[in-house]
């Protein structure tokens, strides 16, 4: 007998419709949708937004508006505004969140593994001490404990005091 794990949250993931241009820059450039995107902080440089499919809850992307696939050409001062709200998120999701550690990291380029290739995205990860289980690596599965709405609101709340 085979066992079944649904994960029917996914299904907008797989079949909903597909956005022919980039679902960054259609992000950047709708800030009055900010709540339907999921944006938690926005500025002349880049966005910050929760990842609708992620790894852990509180899994958040700082883009910057540019459009582009190339770190290697992104202006100097927005690389260093990104990395500047990489340490607040960090702090963000340690102190206010109560991770007890957070992955951070770009994927760039279809071979280095990004889902969204054509536009930079840097990903902060929190993560919390036993926080793995054998579930990812034997059934390719994540199990997401609590309501993904509710931790949009509590780190959104977060913004003002940490970024």
Wanted: glycine share 6%; net charge negative; charged share 25%.
């Amino acid at each position: 007998m085979e066992d079944i794990l649904y994960a029917p949250w996914r299904d907008e993931y797989v079949a909903g419709k597909k956005m022919d241009d980039c679902v960054f820059c259609h992000i950047s450039q709708h800030s009055d949708e900010d709540e339907d995107l999921l944006v938690l902080y926005r500025d002349e440089f880049c966005f910050m937004v929760m990842n609708r499919y992620p790894y852990t809850p509180g899994h958040f992307m700082i883009i910057p508006h540019q459009h582009t696939d190339k770190l290697e050409e992104l202006p100097e001062e927005t690389w260093l505004h990104i990395s500047a709200l990489a340490q607040k998120g960090v702090r963000l999701l340690k102190e206010g969140f109560g991770a007890h550690g957070v992955n951070i990291g770009m994927n760039l380029g279809d071979a280095g593994g990004a889902g969204i290739a054509q536009h930079i995205h840097l990903h902060l990860v929190p993560r919390w001490q036993s926080d793995t289980n054998f579930i990812t690596s034997i059934a390719q599965t994540r199990v997401y404990s609590t309501d993904f709405v509710k931790i949009y609101q509590k780190i959104k709340s977060l913004i003002p005091k940490y970024i």
